[in-house]
Nanobody, 122 residues
């Protein structure tokens, strides 16, 4: 399984960005995809996760209501739409996948893509 994250960048507070995670290497009907982030000096934080099979979705508490996770089955791609961005959203965002249900536990994800930097200026 290969995961390719993209879409990071520099944005002002209140702005929006959309991250993409393109998956390849196998069929994903029984998989879940997740987004995590890590800021310098901080622990990895769960952002959102989605199931390929039934569209079950989880959100981390700090992003709920501002971020939206979605998927495009035809493109094997998961998106993270980030609105109302805040400086504290600044981090490296990584996508991950696992066979099974979505979970906020990063230790339960088997495959990871490279991170993409998101920087929100005040």
């Amino acid at each position: 399984v290969q995961l390719q994250a993209s879409g990071g960048g520099l944005v002002r507070a209140g702005g929006s960005l959309r991250l993409s995670c393109a998956a390849s290497g196998r069929t994903f009907s029984s998989y879940a995809m997740g987004w995590f982030r890590q800021a310098p000096g901080k622990e990895r934080e769960f952002v959102a996760a989605i199931s390929w099979s039934d569209n079950s979705i989880l959100y981390g508490g700090s992003v709920k209501g501002r971020f939206t996770i979605s998927r495009d089955d035809a493109k094997n791609t998961v998106y993270l739409q980030m609105n109302s961005l805040k400086p504290e959203d600044t981090a490296v965002y990584s996508c991950a996948s696992r066979e099974g249900r979505p979970t906020s536990n990063y230790g339960q994800y088997d495959y990871w893509g490279q991170g993409t930097q998101v920087t929100v200026s005040s």
